[in-house]
């Protein structure tokens, strides 16, 4: 598999937010350009590749049992809601050039007017949930390469983060610039211990609330199964829901015969891919451990090649409930037929 190189074009003013937009974001888009909007938009377009020590900090603060009972679900206030959209062929190929009349918008099952269209890689802040667990033994070397690879598809802008993680989800670097003092950093892991990816993700989540960039996305490697995680799938799932954060990961999975027994580690690989599709983002399975620097560099594309459709919704009512989206297509006349990864919802507003 081969990275996708990226397609250059015209790109509409830069317009830095992911999911939601409140009414005080509302200023900012009367201030952009009208070339923000997308009125004329080239044909759509497939493109054709695609000191060292760690910094320690435990899961802690909020129990499970605190989250699951916490009243503070994240509600937001709604004037436009946006919508980071990826689409892709059916060779897993990035289509870029599409524009607005090729995009349908539902939220609830009713149809929203599209009101706000942009496509232009803008900085983001992006957390690697690194698995450094005994089961990654013989997988940790690539796996490393597989996150430099990462690194390198960065724009001056962003910012990382990195947590490992084995029993233990670890802080190993805070957010920085600097690709090089995450690569020492990374150099420093080893495998060992058992697996906690649920506390990991939570870790992640919860240092997110400090990133400098609207736009925000988490990177997981692992092999999957979770087997020493205090927080359940439940609450990582609830947590996702809540957070304006995309989830990608790519799994480096045992073949069926050869995951543990026990029930979390062999639903690892439909774990990670429900809580990244929750999120538009999804899973890339690794079938060889060589394919992992260059998936790595796909995500890094495709975070980078992104539509963000902007609609207010018609259902102005506070009560606080999920509402969910969903994305259609009006494909251009001879395209095959393409795929769509968007979030699936967001809760609204409470009185």
Known sequence: MCPEETVKREAPSKFPFSLLATSSFFVYLALLSPSWLASAQPAARTSDKQ???????????????????????LRVDVE???????????YNRLVTGLDTDNFRVFED?????????????????????????????????????????????ANPEDEFFLVSFNERAELTS??????????????????KGRTAL?????????????????????LILSDGGDNHSRYQESDIKRLVKEADTQLYAIGIFDPFEYRGRTFEELNGPSLLSEITEMTGGRVFAASNLNELPDIAAKIGLELRNQYILGYRPSNKTRDGRWRKIKIKLRAPRGLPPLSVYSKTGYYAAAH
């Not at 436009?80 to 059916?90: I, K, M, Q, S, W």
């Not at 992640?204 to 400090?210: E, I």
């Open 174 to 191: 805070s957010f920085t610039n600097s690709v090089e003092d995450l690569q020492s950093r990374l150099m420093l892991t080893s495998s």
């Open 109 to 153: 099952n009713v149809e929203q007017e599209i009101t706000a269209f942009a496509s232009e890689d803008v900085p983001i802040s992006i957390g690697v949930i690194f698995d450094c667990s005994g089961s990654m033994s013989n997988k940790l070397g690539k796996a490393r390469e597989a996150a430099l690879e990462f690194f390198k598809t």
């Open 80 to 90: 436009l809601a946006l919508v980071n959209v990826v689409v892709t062929d059916p």
């Open 198 to 218: 649920l506390d990991a993700i939570y870790l992640g989540l919860s240092q997110m609330r400090g990133a400098h960039n609207a736009k925000r996305a988490l």
């Open 51 to 73: 000191d060292g020590r760690p910094i320690s900090q435990e899961v802690k603060g909020i129990s499970p049992a605190a989250l699951r009972n916490s009243p503070q679900v």
